[in-house]
């Protein structure tokens, strides 16, 4: 099998890292070799989180390059437009339609981009998801992240159960019905 490349962006406290172990795991029960490979800039402050995910028969290195990520997965619209330049011609961002000021934006040092979608969707193919919402309804914000993994999974060769197998596996017991629930209403957007 070809290299899969998959990219996770977001803002620290976003759920990035749950969502590459979830990933990593049902790559990994899927039969293929993962590499993964997490970046954080200033994380617990609300700054940029990268994580990349490559996986297939063989897999030599954990880093993503330029124009050869299939998937960039962002929890945040800003972060989509900062990496959407690692994206392939025929590849695809699935985006959370949220918005964090990052901190020049609150200090008032910068302005936030307008039309990020809109603009994105000019030159890549863009879907993208009112995530928070959905987990909103579902009683916890928290799980948007999850909703988001449920929209990506649908462009992957995994079963829904092979999902809620490695949720089972990783998510604390207590909230694991709850993330299964919110793969689930994201699968099914």
Request: proline letters at 4%; glycine letters at 6%; charged letters at 25%.
């Given at each position: 099998m070809e290299t899969k490349n998959i990219m996770i962006v977001g803002v620290g406290g976003q759920g990035t890292l749950l969502t590459s172990r979830v990933l990593g795991g049902v790559i990994q029960d899927g039969g293929y070799e993962v590499k993964l490979s997490e970046v954080h800039g200033m994380a617990q402050r609300g700054g940029s989180v990268v994580t990349f995910v490559r996986y297939g028969s063989e897999v030599f290195e954990p880093i993503v390059e330029e124009e050869c990520a299939d998937v960039l997965i962002a929890f945040e619209k800003l972060e989509a437009m900062r990496y959407a330049h690692f994206l392939k011609k025929d590849g695809v961002i699935i985006v959370n339609d949220q918005r964090m000021?990052?901190?020049?934006?609150?200090?008032?040092?910068?302005?936030?981009?307008?039309?990020?979608?809109?603009?994105?969707?000019?030159?890549?193919?863009?879907?993208?998801?009112?995530?928070?919402?959905?987990?909103?309804?579902?009683?916890?914000?928290?799980?948007?992240?999850?909703?988001?993994?449920?929209?990506?999974?649908?462009?992957?060769?995994?079963?829904?159960?092979?999902?809620?197998?490695?949720?089972?596996?990783?998510?604390?017991?207590?909230?694991?019905?709850?993330?299964?629930?919110?793969?689930?209403?994201?699968?099914?957007?």
């Open positions: 000021d990052p901190m020049p934006v609150v200090m008032g040092a910068a302005e936030y981009p307008e039309g990020i979608i809109e603009n994105l969707s000019k030159d890549y193919k863009v879907i993208a998801v009112d995530a928070l919402s959905e987990a909103k309804k579902l009683g916890n914000a928290q799980v948007f992240n999850v909703v988001i993994l449920g929209v990506a999974a649908k462009h992957m060769d995994f079963t829904v159960d092979a999902w809620h197998a490695v949720i089972e596996r990783i998510v604390k017991p207590k909230f694991v019905e709850l993330n299964k629930k919110a793969f689930d209403v994201g699968y099914g957007l």
